[in-house]
């Protein structure tokens, strides 16, 4: 089982700073990366996807990805406390298959 | 559009009894998937449907588990008996279709059936 591995925090970050999420991973042949959020007792919400070396952005998401390092990791800009919620980064193995390998997730509160 | 619609959502049950979950996946999505998500752990797949056919049940225990997909729409998961270590809640997700290379075709998650076994 290829492995994909996040602090499980808690991340605490005052209200408007900026949160950074970091994951790696175990598999060199994974294509796809992603990135999910998880409110308490909810069902997890694609928030964003990236491939390519390098920065993704999407409002106040970036998501940057560097396969050589093995690593993944997501800021949220201006983080806000409906922002707290888990997050779970999850790999995407082999070319030829959807499935997705998640990590344990990270824990983020966003205080006031 | 609706979204997954998964029944029951709150499940208790003594070990070694059985217990069965169903899925309702979003209209033409021909792909379903089960996941098992432990507290405090991100989900694991524990069987892909592409259609009715099974397109991964690697992480499945078998010896306990199963699942059908009647006609390529809903689907049934069923344990039989549980253990302790099931209670969890088990997500429906379901995606239009399962390999797109590259590029991704999103997974949409049901609310979950949160299992306790005593």
């Known amino acids: 089982q290829k492995e994909v591995e996040q602090n499980s925090g808690p991340l605490s970050v005052p209200e408007g700073a900026i949160a950074s999420l970091n994951c790696t991973y175990s598999d060199r042949g994974s294509q796809s990366f992603f990135w999910y959020r998880q409110y308490s007792g909810k069902s997890p919400e694609l928030i964003m996807f990236?491939?390519?070396?390098g920065d993704k952005e999407d409002g106040r998401f970036t998501a940057q990805l560097n396969k050589a390092s093995q690593y993944v990791s997501l800021l949220i800009r201006d983080s806000q406390p409906s922002d707290s919620a888990t997050y779970l980064c999850?790999?995407?193995?082999?070319?030829?298959?959807?499935?997705?390998?998640f990590g344990t997730g990270t824990r983020l509160q966003v205080f006031p | 559009e609706a979204g997954v619609a998964q029944s029951p959502r709150y499940k208790i049950i003594e070990k070694r009894q059985s217990v069965a979950f169903w899925c309702n996946p979003i209209s033409g999505h021909a792909t379903l998937y089960w996941y098992q998500q432990i507290l405090g752990q991100g989900p694991k797949l524990l069987i892909q449907f592409q259609n009715n056919g099974v397109v991964d049940d690697s992480q499945l225990p078998k010896d306990r588990f199963s699942a059908e997909r009647l006609k390529g729409v809903d689907s049934t998961l069923k344990i039989q008996p549980a253990k302790l270590e099931d209670s969890a809640v088990y997500l429906c997700?379901?995606?239009?279709?399962?390999?797109?290379?590259?590029?991704?075709?999103?997974?949409?998650f049901g609310p979950g059936t949160r299992l306790t076994v005593l």
């Open positions: 999850a790999v995407k193995g082999s070319y030829n298959t959807d499935k997705l390998i």
């Open positions: 990236i491939y390519s070396n």
């Open positions: 997700a379901s995606s239009l279709d399962g390999w797109a290379g590259l590029d991704y075709n999103e997974q949409f």
